[in-house]
């Protein structure tokens, strides 16, 4: 928000310059982005601020003013609002059917301005160095009004009106085009100022362009009204619309404000555009009006939370600077919050303000003492930094991602357990829990590829989210992708692609790091290439994936294929065994080479599992160094050539011995794969 020098010192005149204030607003825990100092060309200075998101009260001159008149222990003088007396019996009758939503509205009538004019000097330059253009007097009384007393209010061309006023949710499909000529079908959910027959604005956020004030204008109904802020919210984020007013509704306006402004805006608009108003209307629900907090504060909670004594003098002279009621007892005070401090709640809200007078940087510092306890963690756990290092060793580079993602992602990726959907997304593109990490890595591609940079092998270890009937669960997850050549543009070796193999090797060399057994299985995942799709399975529980990525999600991810991906629990990859010592046998190893003819739907991995099982404790390795389908082969069949090394710890083997384990392994592959050796 932009404050300008002379509209800010027309509320609070201290003799601190510009540059003075920013100080101490930023000590008060506003944030000053910018100052600009007066020139020449625009001699008055300016400052852009960054409102806390729960100091709604701030974001007027008003409330800018209030915060430096405590910090300069001066006299806040509000401005001056007497709105004049009703000369016309004309009004527009009220009718609020949700009143949980809008507990307060007030209107006005006013017949007879003159908007065709040009806004007054004064108005368009102040107008102007808070960010906003002149657009017609009205409209541009409306905007000062908002940006002094921090207000959103609005103006329905009168004529356009049929004979009442309805705040009402909308009707599921009824449709309003706005001001910026967007058409926006509404649901069932959004909050609407209406008449008899259609909606004409969506409440807090924008009007409609069928009721909007024109040069043309001559009879005018002013709004002014306080709503639920999370109504706004949820309104602003439903339909992507954000406004000055919305920003400022969903933020919390003070409920007691509309009265005042819609005098202020009265008294303007008469002196400015001329016209005669009519009474004002209000209607109002106090039950659903924000209930007025009645908080005790407690002398020693202060002195424990910040570190000091203070006089119930000074502490009732701070209470008195923020303007609240204060009835004093022996042991603290009982305190009520003025409207307009919509986020002092409780104690602590109390003792945070008192600080904030006092000087944060007056507090005192101590370092905390208390006791620690170091929780043993077993040697058979591995560190996350082991598996973040073994990728960037391998060429890795860490990619950190949104834990929030499209819904719609989850529809693409064909996952089997519906996302965790957000209450109150950031927005649209935001509003579902990742549930893996697959789609933000996609996505780092996807940019990448854009710019022409076609190579890509990311990782990140990352939380994801499974809803569940009952509970929430939470996984650290580990997922790495790969795409384009395997190395960087070079002389020494040929141009490739990545391949199932290479991410396939990345993912072996993760688990070694464990010293467990693990092995692969044909698996299947709908977000992978069919065929090309394997689970990793470790004590025999499916602890990830890894496969290429399907032809479908390229085309979708609009990706230069081919794509592979792997993503695997860490709550597995963690666990670990002890390294035992084996001596090394002095004696030498046996080397025996097979090749058995099996159906080409049989993996490696599993004839590995059925010889390690079988071959007995000499066997020291067991290694595939071909694979042949052609000529002298069923085409359902292909010949895989299998090595096998075999040695003693204390003696050398024996030809009998030897040949006694490989016909056991051979008699256990035709078993259980109907195998035949191949002469």
């Known amino acids: 928000m932009k404050v300008s020098e ?10 601190a310059s510009m540059t003075e204030l920013a100080d101490q607003l930023t000590h008060m825990g506003i944030e000053v982005e910018h100052l600009a100092l007066g020139t020449i060309d625009k001699p008055q200075a300016v400052m852009t601020l960054k409102i806390p998101p729960n100091r709604g009260d701030c974001l007027s001159m008003e409330g800018i003013a209030r915060e430096l008149s405590m910090a300069n222990d001066l006299r806040y003088q509000p401005s001056k609002t007497v709105a004049p007396p009703a000369t016309i019996s004309n009004t527009c009758a009220v009718r609020i059917e949700a009143p949980e939503l809008c507990p307060r509205y007030l209107g006005c009538v006013i017949k007879g301005i003159n908007n065709a004019g040009a806004a007054p000097l004064w108005l368009t330059e102040r107008l102007e ?3 906003v253009r002149s657009i017609s007097i009205v409209i541009d009384i409306l905007n000062y009004v908002m940006f002094e007393l921090g207000q959103p209010l609005h103006a329905f061309d009168l004529h356009a009106l049929d004979s009442e006023i309805v705040v009402r949710k909308s009707k599921q499909g009824e449709k309003i085009q706005l001001l910026n000529e967007q058409e926006i079908e509404l649901d069932e959910k959004t909050l609407v100022i209406a008449d008899k027959t259609r909606a004409h604005a969506i409440a807090g956020v924008m009007g409609g362009l069928q009721s909007s004030v024109t040069d043309k204008t001559v009879d005018v ?28 509704f969903e933020r919390g306006v003070d409920p007691n404000l509309p009265r005042r402004a819609l005098e202020r805006t009265i008294q303007l608009i ?9 009474s004002i209307v209000e209607e109002k629900n106090t039950i659903h009006l924000p209930a007025e907090p009645v908080i005790f504060l ?5 002195v424990k939370m910040l570190g000091i004594t203070l006089t119930d003098t000074e502490i009732l002279n701070f209470l008195a600077h923020l303007q609240m009621r204060v009835d004093s007892k022996p042991e603290g005070f009982t305190v009520w919050p003025p409207s307009f401090r919509q986020d002092i709640l409780l104690e602590v809200d109390l003792i945070e303000e008192i600080a904030r007078l006092y000087g944060f940087h007056q507090l005192p510092t ?14 058979t756990t591995i560190p996350s930094i082991r598996f973040k290092e073994m990728l960037v060793g391998r060429g890795f580079s860490e990619a950190i991602t949104y834990s929030f993602i499209d819904p719609k992602l989850t529809e693409i990726f064909e996952f089997s357990s519906a996302p965790l959907i957000l209450s109150n997304p950031i927005s649209t593109d935001m509003a579902a829990m990742r549930i893996s990490l697959w789609p933000g890595l996609l996505q780092a591609v996807q940019y990448n590829q854009r710019r022409q940079l076609m190579r890509a092998r990311f990782f990140e270890m990352g939380t994801c989210f499974l809803s569940d009937p009952s509970q929430i669960i939470e996984k650290e997850m580990l997922a790495g992708i790969c795409g384009g050549t395997v190395y960087q543009e070079q002389w020494g070796a040929p141009q490739r692609l990545h391949d199932y193999y290479d991410i396939k090797q990345d993912v072996e060399a993760l688990l070694a790091l464990t010293g467990s057994d693990y092995h692969f299985q044909k698996g299947e995942h709908p977000a992978l290439h069919p065929g090309q799709t394997a689970h990793i399975v470790q004590s025999n529980q499916i602890i990830g994936y890894l496969g290429a990525l399907h032809p479908r999600l390229v085309k979708a991810f609009e990706l230069e294929g081919p794509i592979f991906v792997f993503e695997i629990d860490m709550a597995g990859l963690r666990k670990g ?7 090394l046998s002095k004696y030498p190893a046996i080397r025996r080479d097979i090749a058995v003819i099996v159906d080409k739907e049989i993996v490696a991995d599993a004839l ?6 079988c071959a007995g404790p000499f066997l020291q390795n067991v290694a595939f160094f071909d694979v042949y389908q052609g000529k002298g082969i069923e085409k359902t069949q292909k010949s895989m050539a299998i090595s096998l090394i075999l040695q003693h710890p204390s003696r050398t083997l024996v030809e009998e011995e030897v040949n006694a384990i490989i016909k056991e392994v051979l008699s256990t592959l035709t078993r259980q794969f109907q195998a035949t050796l191949r002469e």
């Open 6 to 15: 002379h509209w800010l010192r027309s509320f609070v005149d201290p003799k």
């Open 129 to 131: 160095l808070a960010g």
């Open 221 to 248: 109904f002013i709004e002014s009204a306080y709503f639920d802020p999370v109504a706004i919210r949820l309104s602003a984020q439903r339909y992507g619309i954000k406004t000055d007013a919305s920003y400022r």
């Open 270 to 278: 008469v002196e400015i555009a001329g016209g005669q108003a009519g």
């Open 298 to 302: 407690r002398k020693e909670r202060i």
């Open 366 to 379: 101590e370092k905390l003492r208390g006791e620690r306890e170091f929780f043993p963690i077993p040697e």
């Open 577 to 583: 065994t002890l390294p035992k010592f084996i001596a």
């Open 608 to 613: 590995k599992l059925a010889i390690v099982s």
